[in-house]
């Protein structure tokens, strides 16, 4: 068996534990997660086998990209969704979710699709950024600094993407969530957002924009990518004084949302069942771009099944 760094993309030996190249960790680090990215060698629309990263399927036809067309995620407390919608070629959403030892946490990413392999840069940094923000949680670290290493990794991993070409520079936005029993914490950089929608009460936006205010379609002012310079990650923690969800999504949902009180409606329903009404949400109000939709609930669930 054969490892591959999910930092740096060197293959290591199965009894590797750090690759060699960048000293990263590799194989499973102990904590359950998923992603929306492809499966190793099949298509992300039929899931036909033995078809390479940007190469045509033979089944379908259709381009391999970095992720599945369509995926739901769902693990205990939370769950994700993302959609190609209906007008884009392939998806460049990408999500992953996992649990932690006393809570749960999301990464979604959003390709800039002015970009090349603008998937790619999106699934590395939503794998590397979870894989990192799961491990510095279960070493104890406090959630404002796992939010900010588990980014600085990523954002590392999307740069080496623009090699040996930083001009053409494979690029994302990002937005993190981790939910515990000391709170919410959530990370940003671009346009994807957080909102907190209490169970009883009023949703809000807990995110600001990395673009210029007011102008629609605006060009982002920061992002994730080799030709961002140096960027570091925007962090805001809230301690909900009721239960509801945090809902983390790219502008796929976002655009259609007039404010943030147009979430209320799934504030009693399960992460699942609520990150599938604001997917459909979005395709039906016309999708246009991608969707990416993770639901986590506040206060999270224990690995045991009680509430912290």
């Not at 060197?10 to 534990?17: F, L, W």
């Not at 990464?107 to 939503?126: E, F, K, L, N, Q």
Request: aromatic share 4%.
């Amino acid at each position: 068996m054969v490892l591959t760094c999910p930092r740096c993309a060197v293959t290591g030996e199965a009894t590797d534990r750090y690759c060699e190249a960048c000293g990263g960790r590799l194989g499973d680090a102990g904590f359950p997660w998923l992603t929306s990215a492809a499966p190793d060698g099949r298509c992300g629309v039929c899931g036909a086998a033995a078809v390479r990263p940007g190469e045509y399927c033979d089944e379908c036809g259709r381009r391999r990209g970095a992720g599945r067309d369509r995926a739901e995620l769902e693990l205990p407390g939370l769950a994700a969704v993302t959609d190609r919608g209906h007008r884009k070629h392939h998806n460049e959403d990408a999500v992953a979710i996992g649990v932690a030892a006393d809570g749960t946490a999301a990464i979604v990413c959003d390709g800039v699709s002015s970009t090349p392999r603008a998937d790619a840069a999106a699934h590395t940094a939503a794998d590397v950024g979870i894989r990192d923000l799961l491990q510095a949680l279960a070493e104890g670290a406090p959630d404002r600094d796992a939010a900010a290493v588990a980014f600085r990794s990523a954002f590392a991993a999307v740069g080496r993407l623009a090699r040996p070409d930083p001009r053409n520079a494979p690029s994302c936005t990002y937005v993190s969530g981790t939910v515990t029993g000391r709170g919410i914490t959530v990370g940003w950089v671009g346009d994807s957002r957080a909102y907190w929608v209490p169970d009883a009460g009023t949703a809000r936006c807990l995110t600001v924009d990395d673009a210029l205010p007011g102008v629609a379609g605006a060009p982002l002012l920061r992002w994730v990518g080799g030709d961002a310079g140096g960027v570091e990650i925007q962090v805001v923690a809230v301690e909900p004084a009721e239960a509801g969800h945090l809902v983390l999504c790219s502008d796929g949902l976002s655009r259609y949302l007039p404010e943030p009180a147009a979430l209320d409606a799934v504030a009693a329903a399960s992460p699942l069942d609520a990150a599938q009404r604001l997917t459909r949400f979005a395709l039906d109000a016309g999708g246009a771009d991608n969707i990416a939709v993770v639901v986590l609930s506040s206060p999270p669930p224990h690995p045991r099944g009680a509430s912290l």
